[in-house]
């Protein structure tokens, strides 16, 4: 598959932001170019924090009670007529104490009522107000989640038929009847290679159909395309590739059939012609499989006389000791110390890589990703890494070892880098561990 072309890998579902492809946080003796990020914060979260939900009600005044000032009488010359309660015997007829101690607890239920009407109106008025007033909390739309991926079966009711050898792309004859929506990982042949773990650099190809249209999917076999490479088990792709190949072994062959839940979601994938609702089926052979610390292995063949000579130390950061009075070089000079067998690195590849890096003055190592447990990925020729890197391993195949002799005008020039000081000529030791499309 060329840069060009979609990739049905895409990018994971459960976390579509974050890539996990690729965990080495440094580069090689150091960054080359700062990258910067932008972050972009939703408008939901910014009227929470600036304060801008519904106002709270406001606290009520407190209301005094009114007093009458009018004087009380205690004594008096003059006599009290008689008088009934009802106030009957007077002349016009008079309320009596009993009509007042009626009015007065009239008086007081009406007022004690119009409070409470006033109250409950003003209340529901408050509330009618609060709901005229959207809550943005509970009027924004719901956040779309990802539909869960089913559990991964190794069989189903009905299944593709697959035809063709490991290697080659495959004839995928797709069913009459409709998928159950399982989602299916069967080995057609089972590889000896390594066991693919989580986190293990995994390479693969695959042939793609559209279930539901019959229509091809874009495949690595492809116009000269590439091999998919990513980390296994980490979300860095679609489950449909990313979960399937988790336990399985190098140079084995998968049938996969994958429900929309496993592969691009209830969005789809338009630019592919892939419905929201469509399974997919893949055919994926496994090529390659190595862990975070791997290392290449082979037959030696030391370095000539002029180049620092370079001792293996497994897994650890290899020996590299200087020549004596060797004079600083002006060009990039390498040597291959193990010949793989594997296709050769073209530019704009991503590759895979184990790397110790020390000074040509002295040895001393400066950087290593074997001391990390952790193999570095980068694209060749893409500008990430210094030129001697990108011009040193173009055209190297998978599964050497390289030498490096880098000038400083390849390297970090006259400003150094961390513990690589100014003009500095560096020797880099390169395991390169696979290389395809990422």
């Given at each position: 598959?060329?840069?060009?072309?979609?990739?049905?890998?895409?990018?994971?579902?459960?976390?579509?932001?974050?890539?996990?492809?690729d965990?080495?946080?440094?580069?090689?003796?150091?960054?080359?170019?700062?990258?910067?990020?932008?972050i972009?914060?939703?408008p939901?979260?910014?009227?929470?924090?600036?304060?801008?939900?519904?106002?709270?009600?406001?606290?009520?005044?407190?209301?005094?009670?009114?007093?009458?000032?009018?004087?009380?009488?205690?004594?008096?010359?003059?006599?009290?007529?008689?008088?009934?309660?009802?106030?009957?015997?007077?002349?016009?007829?008079?309320?009596?104490?009993?009509?007042?101690?009626?009015?007065?607890?009239?008086?007081?239920?009406?007022?004690?009522?119009?409070?409470?009407?006033y109250?409950?109106?003003?209340?529901?008025?408050?509330?009618?107000?609060a709901?005229a007033?959207?809550d943005?909390?509970?009027?924004?739309p719901?956040?779309?989640?990802?539909?869960?991926?089913?559990?991964?079966?190794?069989?189903?009711?009905?299944?593709?038929?697959?035809?063709?050898?490991?290697?080659?792309?495959?004839?995928?004859?797709?069913?009459?009847?409709?998928?159950?929506?399982?989602?299916?990982?069967?080995?057609?042949?089972?590889?000896?290679?390594?066991?693919?773990?989580?986190?293990?650099?995994?390479?693969?190809?695959?042939?793609?159909?559209?279930?539901?249209?019959?229509?091809?999917?874009?495949?690595?076999?492809?116009?000269?395309?590439?091999?998919?490479?990513?980390?296994?088990?980490?979300?860095?792709?679609?489950?449909?590739?990313?979960?399937?190949?988790?336990?399985?072994?190098?140079?084995?062959?998968?049938?996969?059939?994958?429900?929309?839940?496993?592969?691009?979601?209830?969005?789809?994938?338009?630019?592919?012609?892939?419905?929201?609702?469509?399974?997919?089926?893949?055919?994926?052979?496994?090529?390659?499989?190595?862990?975070?610390?791997?290392?290449?292995?082979?037959?030696?063949?030391?370095?000539?006389?002029?180049?620092?000579?370079?001792?293996?130390?497994?897994?650890?950061?290899?020996?590299?000791?200087?020549?004596?009075?060797?004079?600083?070089?002006?060009?990039?000079?390498?040597?291959?110390?193990?010949?793989?067998?594997?296709?050769?690195?073209?530019?704009?590849?991503?590759?895979?890589?184990?790397?110790?890096?020390?000074?040509?003055?002295?040895?001393?190592?400066?950087?290593?990703s074997?001391?990390?447990?952790?193999?570095?990925?980068?694209?060749?020729?893409?500008?990430?890494?210094?030129?001697?890197?990108?011009?040193?391993?173009?055209?190297?195949?998978?599964?050497?070892?390289?030498?490096?002799?880098?000038?400083?005008?390849?390297?970090?020039?006259?400003?150094?880098?961390?513990?690589?000081?100014?003009?500095?000529?560096?020797?880099?030791?390169?395991?390169?561990?696979?290389a395809?499309?990422?």
């Open positions: 598959m060329t840069e060009k072309t979609p990739s049905p890998g895409g990018a994971g579902t459960a976390a579509n932001d974050s890539s996990a492809g965990p080495a946080a440094s580069r090689p003796g150091g960054p080359v170019a700062g990258d910067r990020e932008s972009v914060v939703p939901a979260i910014l009227a929470q924090q600036a304060g801008w939900a519904q106002p709270g009600e406001k606290s009520r005044a407190a209301g005094g009670t009114t007093t009458d000032d009018a004087p009380q009488i205690f004594a008096s010359n003059v006599r009290k007529a008689d008088s009934s309660e009802a106030g009957y015997d007077e002349n016009p007829p008079s309320v009596g104490r009993l009509g007042v101690i009626l009015g007065t607890v009239l008086a007081v239920l009406l007022v004690g009522s119009g409070i409470t009407l109250l409950v109106n003003k209340d529901d008025s408050k509330d009618s107000a709901a007033k959207p943005a909390a509970k009027t924004a719901p956040t779309p989640s990802a539909e869960p991926v089913p559990p991964i079966k190794d069989s189903a009711k009905v299944l593709p038929t697959v035809t063709g050898d490991f290697g080659k792309k495959a004839d995928i004859q797709v069913p009459g009847d409709k998928s159950d929506g399982s989602f299916v990982v069967k080995v057609l042949s089972e590889g000896t290679g390594p066991k693919v773990d989580k986190n293990s650099w995994t390479s693969v190809d695959y042939t793609a159909k559209d279930w539901n249209t019959g229509k091809d999917i874009p495949s690595s076999y492809d116009n000269n395309g590439k091999p998919q490479i990513f980390q296994a088990g980490t979300d860095a792709l679609i489950p449909a590739l990313d979960q399937a190949v988790v336990g399985k072994k190098a140079g084995s062959r998968l049938l996969v059939v994958a429900p929309p839940a496993a592969a691009f979601g209830s969005q789809g994938k338009p630019d592919m012609s892939i419905g929201a609702k469509d399974d997919l089926i893949f055919v994926i052979d496994v090529r390659n499989a190595n862990a975070p610390d791997a290392v290449v292995s082979g037959t030696v063949t030391p370095p000539p006389a002029d180049f620092p000579q370079v001792k293996d130390n497994g897994k650890k950061p290899a020996d590299i000791t200087p020549v004596a009075g060797a004079k600083d070089p002006t060009e990039l000079k390498t040597h291959v110390l193990i010949k793989g067998t594997g296709p050769a690195v073209e530019k704009g590849e991503k590759v895979v890589v184990q790397y110790t890096g020390a000074l040509f003055k002295d040895g001393k190592v400066f950087d290593s074997l001391s990390k447990g952790q193999a570095f990925s980068f694209p060749v020729g893409g500008g990430q890494v210094i030129q001697g890197w990108d011009q040193g391993l173009v055209g190297q195949t998978v599964g050497s070892r390289v030498e490096l002799v880098i000038p400083a005008s390849l390297g970090y020039g006259d400003k150094g880098q961390g513990d690589i000081p100014p003009g500095a000529t560096l020797v880099f030791v390169v395991d390169i561990l696979d395809g499309q990422g």
